[in-house]
């Protein structure tokens, strides 16, 4: 029997529609950015540890608290290939369009819980604790997004330029760290060296999760892939 009148309204598996060129490029447009924002969250980190590493670690060995924020730095790469194969599942299960949404979301949680946690004085071990799970976000999050961006922009271009269209993810992430190196510059030239170390440092995370924001609201337009939608009807029908 015929299931395709019966789908509800939205659905991932009802009927396809033609896309139109600019639809087309609107959506790549979208998964590009919230790329280029997730990776520009993800080097600031690097970028302005030297800033911060105080604020989460008792006062002491300055070599000690730089050690201890790269070992957290450490923490996050180890959660890029976990979050590649969850996001990757979850990808599968509920859309491209929906891991991409997460993942960003991920990000953006991560970045503001580093801008807005009080330093080890104020809060003691809750500080580096906090940094953990931040990181922990992050690197969940840039994980998901490699694969599932990949996939996406592949499966969103035409046949004959999907080579063109997928060679957009490593633009955005390169673009992500040049981006957070630039951030860097502008602050070291606005701020005093002791305004970057007491709340300069917070500035770039704000930053990042405000344009994460504005990523995951453009993802929001974005379009599944045609690939993820016949998937869904075929299983339906």
Known sequence: MDNSNSLPLGSAAAPTKERTTSSRIKSIFSGSVGNMVEWYDWYVYAAFSLYFAKAFFPKGDTTAQLLNTAAIFAVGFLMRPIGGWLMGLYADRKGRKAALMASVLLMCFGSLIIALTPGYETIGVGAPILLVFARLLQGLSVGGEYGTSATYLSEMATKERRGFFSSFQYVTLISGQLIALGVLIVLQ????????????????????ALCAIVALYLRRGMEETESFTKKEKAKES
């Open 189 to 208: 030239q606005t701020l005093t060296t002791e305004q970057l170390y007491d709340w300069g440092w917070r500035i770039p995370f704000v930053i990042g």
